[in-house]
Protein backbone atom coordinates (compact mmCIF):
# COMPACT_ATOMS: atom_id res chain seq x y z
CA UNK A 1 0.00 0.00 0.00
CA UNK A 2 1.76 3.74 -1.19
CA UNK A 3 1.93 5.80 2.05
CA UNK A 4 -0.73 8.58 0.73
CA UNK A 5 -3.36 5.37 0.22
CA UNK A 6 -3.30 5.85 4.82
CA UNK A 7 -4.63 9.00 4.26
CA UNK A 8 -8.53 7.08 2.61
CA UNK A 9 -8.50 5.15 5.54
CA UNK A 10 -12.10 5.77 7.29
CA UNK A 11 -10.43 5.30 11.43
CA UNK A 12 -12.22 7.85 13.48
CA UNK A 13 -9.65 7.97 15.73
CA UNK A 14 -8.21 11.05 17.10
CA UNK A 15 -5.06 10.36 18.39
CA UNK A 16 -4.26 8.49 14.81
CA UNK A 17 -5.84 11.31 12.84
CA UNK A 18 -3.89 14.09 14.60
CA UNK A 19 -0.61 11.68 13.71
CA UNK A 20 -1.65 11.08 10.24
CA UNK A 21 -1.74 15.17 9.41
CA UNK A 22 1.63 15.89 11.19
CA UNK A 23 3.56 13.67 9.05
CA UNK A 24 1.16 14.36 5.89
CA UNK A 25 3.74 17.62 4.25
CA UNK A 26 6.61 14.60 4.63
CA UNK A 27 4.57 11.80 3.17
CA UNK A 28 3.51 14.14 0.16
CA UNK A 29 7.47 15.27 -0.36
CA UNK A 30 8.75 11.89 -0.45
CA UNK A 31 5.94 10.51 -2.59
CA UNK A 32 6.73 13.46 -4.99
CA UNK A 33 10.47 12.97 -4.52
CA UNK A 34 9.59 9.27 -5.36
CA UNK A 35 7.98 9.66 -8.13
CA UNK A 36 10.15 12.24 -10.04
CA UNK A 37 12.58 9.77 -9.32
CA UNK A 38 11.38 6.96 -10.81
CA UNK A 39 10.39 8.97 -14.17
CA UNK A 40 13.97 10.38 -13.93
CA UNK A 41 15.38 6.34 -13.86
CA UNK A 42 12.99 5.55 -16.70
CA UNK A 43 14.29 8.52 -19.40
CA UNK A 44 18.14 7.54 -18.38
CA UNK A 45 17.56 3.75 -18.94
CA UNK A 46 15.93 5.09 -22.09
CA UNK A 47 18.25 7.15 -23.30
CA UNK A 48 21.04 4.61 -22.69
CA UNK A 49 18.99 2.00 -24.89
CA UNK A 50 18.82 4.05 -27.62
CA UNK A 51 22.65 5.12 -27.36
CA UNK A 52 23.28 1.51 -27.45
CA UNK A 53 21.27 0.62 -30.41
CA UNK A 54 22.96 3.95 -32.11
CA UNK A 55 26.44 2.46 -31.54
CA UNK A 56 26.45 -0.84 -31.28
CA UNK A 57 30.21 -1.54 -31.86
CA UNK A 58 31.09 0.27 -28.61
CA UNK A 59 31.16 -2.39 -26.56
CA UNK A 60 33.71 -1.71 -23.66
CA UNK A 61 31.09 2.21 -23.19
CA UNK A 62 28.04 -0.53 -23.41
CA UNK A 63 29.46 -2.65 -20.50
CA UNK A 64 30.20 0.20 -18.54
CA UNK A 65 27.05 1.58 -18.76
CA UNK A 66 25.59 -1.77 -17.72
CA UNK A 67 27.98 -2.06 -14.75
CA UNK A 68 26.70 1.70 -13.97
CA UNK A 69 23.15 0.62 -13.90
CA UNK A 70 23.88 -2.50 -12.22
CA UNK A 71 25.80 -0.78 -9.00
CA UNK A 72 22.40 1.61 -9.14
CA UNK A 73 20.78 -1.94 -7.89
CA UNK A 74 18.68 -1.91 -11.15
CA UNK A 75 17.56 -5.79 -12.00
CA UNK A 76 17.22 -7.11 -15.12
CA UNK A 77 13.33 -6.96 -14.83
CA UNK A 78 13.50 -3.35 -13.88
CA UNK A 79 15.65 -2.12 -16.91
CA UNK A 80 13.36 -3.87 -19.18
CA UNK A 81 10.03 -2.56 -17.77
CA UNK A 82 11.83 0.83 -17.82
CA UNK A 83 12.83 0.84 -21.82
CA UNK A 84 9.50 -0.66 -22.65
CA UNK A 85 7.75 2.53 -20.91
CA UNK A 86 10.16 5.04 -22.61
CA UNK A 87 9.33 3.95 -26.29
CA UNK A 88 5.71 4.86 -24.97
CA UNK A 89 6.61 7.95 -23.33
CA UNK A 90 8.75 8.83 -26.22
CA UNK A 91 6.97 7.97 -28.93
CA UNK A 92 4.22 9.96 -27.32
CA UNK A 93 5.50 13.24 -26.70
CA UNK A 94 6.82 13.08 -30.03
CA UNK A 95 4.32 12.53 -32.24
CA UNK A 96 2.69 14.82 -34.44
CA UNK A 97 -0.27 14.02 -33.56
CA UNK A 98 -0.51 14.26 -29.66
CA UNK A 99 -3.20 16.10 -28.13
CA UNK A 100 -3.04 18.14 -24.93
CA UNK A 101 -4.65 15.56 -22.88
CA UNK A 102 -2.10 12.56 -24.61
CA UNK A 103 0.99 14.99 -23.42
CA UNK A 104 -0.55 15.46 -19.76
CA UNK A 105 -1.28 11.70 -19.74
CA UNK A 106 2.09 11.22 -20.66
CA UNK A 107 3.73 13.16 -17.72
CA UNK A 108 0.92 11.79 -15.50
CA UNK A 109 1.09 8.34 -16.28
CA UNK A 110 3.61 6.22 -14.10
CA UNK A 111 6.55 4.00 -15.16
CA UNK A 112 4.27 0.72 -14.77
CA UNK A 113 1.12 2.83 -16.59
CA UNK A 114 3.56 3.34 -19.36
CA UNK A 115 5.22 -0.03 -19.93
CA UNK A 116 1.70 -1.88 -19.72
CA UNK A 117 0.32 0.28 -22.74
CA UNK A 118 3.58 -0.48 -24.09
CA UNK A 119 3.53 -3.80 -23.88
CA UNK A 120 0.21 -4.43 -24.77
CA UNK A 121 0.01 -3.20 -28.09
CA UNK A 122 -3.73 -2.25 -27.80
CA UNK A 123 -4.91 0.65 -29.81
CA UNK A 124 -8.57 0.27 -27.91
CA UNK A 125 -6.66 0.27 -24.43
CA UNK A 126 -5.13 3.39 -25.00
CA UNK A 127 -8.21 4.74 -27.03
CA UNK A 128 -10.21 3.24 -23.39
CA UNK A 129 -8.13 5.36 -21.28
CA UNK A 130 -7.63 8.62 -22.95
CA UNK A 131 -10.75 9.04 -22.58
CA UNK A 132 -10.83 7.88 -19.22
CA UNK A 133 -8.01 10.63 -18.51
CA UNK A 134 -10.44 13.24 -20.50
CA UNK A 135 -13.36 12.56 -17.91
CA UNK A 136 -11.36 11.89 -14.64
CA UNK A 137 -8.49 14.42 -15.22
CA UNK A 138 -6.31 11.35 -13.47
CA UNK A 139 -4.93 7.60 -15.07
CA UNK A 140 -7.13 4.60 -14.22
CA UNK A 141 -5.05 2.26 -11.36
CA UNK A 142 -2.58 -0.17 -12.63
CA UNK A 143 -4.72 -2.92 -11.70
CA UNK A 144 -7.58 -1.67 -13.38
CA UNK A 145 -5.06 -1.65 -16.83
CA UNK A 146 -4.29 -5.19 -16.03
CA UNK A 147 -7.94 -6.35 -15.64
CA UNK A 148 -9.32 -4.38 -18.47
CA UNK A 149 -6.40 -6.82 -20.25
CA UNK A 150 -7.70 -9.93 -18.91
CA UNK A 151 -11.24 -9.07 -19.97
CA UNK A 152 -12.83 -8.49 -16.62
CA UNK A 153 -13.24 -4.79 -16.71
CA UNK A 154 -14.97 -1.97 -19.05
CA UNK A 155 -14.05 0.32 -21.40
CA UNK A 156 -14.62 2.69 -18.62
CA UNK A 157 -12.38 0.57 -16.08
CA UNK A 158 -15.53 -0.84 -14.19
CA UNK A 159 -15.49 -4.11 -12.68
CA UNK A 160 -17.59 -6.44 -14.68
CA UNK A 161 -18.24 -8.64 -11.75
CA UNK A 162 -19.22 -5.46 -9.59
CA UNK A 163 -21.94 -4.39 -12.33
CA UNK A 164 -23.62 -7.55 -12.28
CA UNK A 165 -23.32 -7.63 -8.60
CA UNK A 166 -24.87 -4.36 -8.64
CA UNK A 167 -27.92 -5.23 -11.41
CA UNK A 168 -29.08 -8.28 -8.83
CA UNK A 169 -29.18 -5.68 -6.10
CA UNK A 170 -31.46 -3.37 -7.82
CA UNK A 171 -33.52 -5.90 -8.70
CA UNK A 172 -33.72 -7.24 -5.13
CA UNK A 173 -34.46 -3.74 -3.74
CA UNK A 174 -37.03 -2.47 -6.42
CA UNK A 175 -39.41 -5.99 -6.62
CA UNK A 176 -40.39 -5.75 -3.15
CA UNK A 177 -41.47 -1.17 -3.67
CA UNK A 178 -42.85 -2.17 -6.80
CA UNK A 179 -44.73 -5.36 -5.41
CA UNK A 180 -46.23 -2.76 -2.72
CA UNK A 181 -47.06 0.05 -4.62
CA UNK A 182 -48.65 -1.22 -7.68
CA UNK A 183 -50.49 -3.78 -5.72
CA UNK A 184 -49.10 -6.84 -7.55
CA UNK A 185 -48.99 -10.33 -7.02
CA UNK A 186 -45.15 -10.66 -5.92
CA UNK A 187 -42.95 -12.72 -8.53
CA UNK A 188 -42.48 -16.11 -7.62
CA UNK A 189 -38.78 -16.56 -7.06
CA UNK A 190 -39.25 -20.21 -8.37
CA UNK A 191 -40.35 -19.59 -11.76
CA UNK A 192 -37.37 -17.21 -12.05
CA UNK A 193 -34.96 -19.66 -10.90
CA UNK A 194 -36.97 -22.42 -13.33
CA UNK A 195 -36.07 -19.37 -15.93
CA UNK A 196 -32.25 -18.86 -15.25
CA UNK A 197 -31.80 -22.65 -14.27
CA UNK A 198 -33.29 -23.07 -17.66
CA UNK A 199 -30.31 -20.65 -19.30
CA UNK A 200 -27.72 -21.71 -18.17
CA UNK A 201 -28.54 -25.46 -19.30
CA UNK A 202 -28.44 -24.52 -22.60
CA UNK A 203 -25.96 -26.15 -24.66
CA UNK A 204 -24.06 -25.20 -28.30
CA UNK A 205 -22.99 -28.07 -30.13
CA UNK A 206 -21.89 -27.12 -33.51
CA UNK A 207 -23.13 -23.59 -34.11
CA UNK A 208 -26.59 -24.97 -32.83
CA UNK A 209 -28.93 -24.19 -29.92
CA UNK A 210 -30.42 -27.16 -27.74
CA UNK A 211 -32.31 -26.69 -25.14
CA UNK A 212 -32.63 -29.28 -22.91
CA UNK A 213 -35.92 -28.23 -20.96
CA UNK A 214 -39.16 -27.69 -23.27
CA UNK A 215 -42.57 -25.84 -22.54
CA UNK A 216 -44.52 -23.23 -23.35
CA UNK A 217 -43.06 -19.41 -25.36
CA UNK A 218 -40.34 -20.86 -26.41
CA UNK A 219 -39.28 -23.50 -23.97
CA UNK A 220 -39.75 -21.13 -20.90
CA UNK A 221 -41.95 -21.96 -18.29
CA UNK A 222 -45.76 -21.42 -19.61
CA UNK A 223 -46.22 -19.56 -15.70
CA UNK A 224 -44.17 -16.75 -16.76
CA UNK A 225 -46.06 -15.38 -19.35
CA UNK A 226 -48.58 -14.21 -16.41
CA UNK A 227 -46.39 -11.68 -14.92
CA UNK A 228 -47.09 -8.02 -15.32
CA UNK A 229 -44.79 -5.82 -17.86
CA UNK A 230 -42.57 -4.43 -14.37
CA UNK A 231 -42.13 -7.53 -13.27
CA UNK A 232 -41.12 -8.65 -16.78
CA UNK A 233 -38.37 -5.90 -16.64
CA UNK A 234 -37.04 -6.99 -13.48
CA UNK A 235 -36.85 -10.93 -14.46
CA UNK A 236 -34.91 -9.52 -17.29
CA UNK A 237 -32.44 -7.71 -15.91
CA UNK A 238 -32.29 -11.05 -13.37
CA UNK A 239 -31.23 -12.82 -16.27
CA UNK A 240 -29.13 -10.53 -17.72
CA UNK A 241 -27.01 -10.73 -14.24
CA UNK A 242 -27.07 -14.44 -14.11
CA UNK A 243 -25.05 -14.65 -17.16
CA UNK A 244 -21.42 -15.00 -16.39
CA UNK A 245 -19.86 -12.19 -18.67
CA UNK A 246 -16.22 -12.89 -17.56
CA UNK A 247 -16.34 -16.27 -18.86
CA UNK A 248 -18.12 -14.91 -22.02
CA UNK A 249 -15.23 -12.48 -22.57
CA UNK A 250 -12.19 -15.45 -23.08
CA UNK A 251 -14.25 -17.35 -25.29
CA UNK A 252 -12.73 -17.34 -28.80
CA UNK A 253 -16.64 -16.62 -30.26
CA UNK A 254 -18.50 -14.75 -27.99
CA UNK A 255 -21.55 -15.09 -30.57
CA UNK A 256 -21.12 -18.35 -29.98
CA UNK A 257 -21.18 -18.64 -26.45
CA UNK A 258 -24.15 -16.45 -26.17
CA UNK A 259 -25.89 -18.09 -28.80
CA UNK A 260 -27.53 -20.17 -25.70
CA UNK A 261 -28.86 -17.29 -23.64
CA UNK A 262 -30.47 -15.68 -27.27
CA UNK A 263 -33.84 -17.33 -27.54
CA UNK A 264 -34.89 -16.76 -23.71
CA UNK A 265 -33.42 -12.90 -23.88
CA UNK A 266 -34.96 -12.50 -26.93
CA UNK A 267 -38.66 -13.97 -25.41
CA UNK A 268 -38.54 -11.58 -22.39
CA UNK A 269 -37.45 -8.75 -24.91
CA UNK A 270 -41.12 -9.08 -26.97
CA UNK A 271 -42.69 -9.50 -23.79
CA UNK A 272 -41.35 -6.21 -22.86
CA UNK A 273 -42.81 -4.52 -26.34
CA UNK A 274 -45.61 -6.03 -26.44
Not at 234 to 259: P, Q, V, Y
Request: hydrophobic share 30%; net charge neutral.
Amino acid sequence: MALLEIYDNTTTDETFLNFLASIKKNVETYSQAKSTAQRERMIIIGKISDYQRSFPQRSNEHRALAKAMESEGWSRDCIDNNKAAFRWYSRTVNSEYTDKFQLEMAETASVTHMAILERAQSGALEEAVYKYYKRNKKMPAVSSLRGWLGGFFTDKFESLSARRHQTCQRYDSFTPALNKEKGKQEIDEGGIEAAITHTQSTRVTEGHTHNQATGGNGGLPRSLSQYSEEQKVMMWIRLLGSIDWDEAKTKENLHLFLCGYRRILSNISDWIRE
